[in-house]
């Protein structure tokens, strides 16, 4: 990892509520963290833990409660594009070719170039993801996969000072997934855009990161470890799986994560031993809900 003395992207203090009719509920709560330029960093936890309301509160998409975001030097009071964002699914519009879909956001940002200079843009990040002969057809037309590369050719082409990616390649097949990770470490390393990526993958978060900030079970997750992956780059799948570090790199966050399930699991076995009323105590659905609570949870790998 490159040092810099002052942060990229400073997240202080960074807090998320929302009001319900039960009162407020806390998502996250004192989140702490520094980026800095040209790292890649990835978020890791527990589904419900936040991640994603991290990324979405960093993308200006979600208000912040509490606390500040500072990105290079200004502070994040909404959506801008120097953040360029890439979603799970990848919301494009189904009745546009994934080239106009693409020249959106080109059109956008590149609004004082020519007509000329915006469509080479929009032609060479497709080419660059894969999409050179399909870059006219429908995005309804598209595979998941083809969809997900437009995605991320929309978010490069924007030429984002940041990349905010939210489990991008969590609704592909594995194989598509492998081709995915390396099309956007084959684009990032060319200028290493800093960027923030949500995995719920260990081996993902350790084969692209920089550093994976692993984010404790909500409610008011906080920043529970950060692991620096000291990896060179660039970098190769089957290399670093040869290495010693990779393994420990991945007993370590996997560790963390069960150790957060473990701790899940005994507030709620804490929370079935408080007495209750008759009426709810003797319920088949009460019994049920303690029975499958105390299941022992499988953490995937």
Request: with cysteine.
């Amino acid at each position: 990892m490159t040092e810099y003395k002052k942060p990229f992207l400073e997240l202080s203090q960074m807090r998320k509520v929302y009001e319900t009719p039960k009162g407020p509920a806390v998502i996250l709560d004192d989140f702490n963290l520094k980026v800095y330029k040209g790292e890649f960093i990835t978020f890791i936890g527990h589904s419900g833990c936040g991640k994603s309301t991290a990324l979405t509160m960093i993308a200006g998409l979600n208000s912040i409660s509490g606390g500040v975001a500072i990105l290079d030097g200004k502070e994040i009071t909404g959506p801008a594009p120097d953040r360029g964002v890439v979603f799970q699914s990848p919301c494009l519009l189904p009745w546009m070719t994934a080239y106009d879909n693409v020249m959106l956001g080109a059109k956008q940002v590149y609004f004082h170039g020519t007509r000329q200079q915006r469509r080479e843009i929009v032609e060479y990040f497709l080419t660059q993801v894969g999409l050179k002969d399909a870059m006219h057809k429908r995005a309804a037309d598209l595979s998941q996969g083809m969809r997900q590369r437009c995605g991320i050719a929309r978010a490069f082409a924007l030429n984002p000072k940041m990349l905010l990616l939210d489990e991008p390649f969590g609704m592909l097949d594995q194989l598509t997934k492998y081709e995915l990770q390396e099309v956007l470490i084959d684009l990032w390393s060319r200028d290493q855009k800093t960027a923030v990526m949500v995995t719920h993958d260990v081996d993902e978060a350790i084969y692209l990161s920089d550093r994976v900030v692993m984010l404790t079970n909500g409610p008011a997750a906080k920043v529970g470890d950060v692991l620096e992956i000291d990896f060179e780059r660039p970098r190769s799948r089957l290399s670093i799986m040869k290495e010693k570090r990779y393994y420990e790199y991945r007993e370590h966050l996997i560790s963390f994560l069960e150790n957060c399930e473990s701790e899940k699991a005994n507030i709620a076995r804490k929370s079935n031993s408080e007495p209750s009323s008759p009426r709810q105590g003797g319920s088949f659905f009460n019994r049920i809900t303690r029975r499958n609570r105390e299941k022992p949870v499988a953490v995937n790998a």
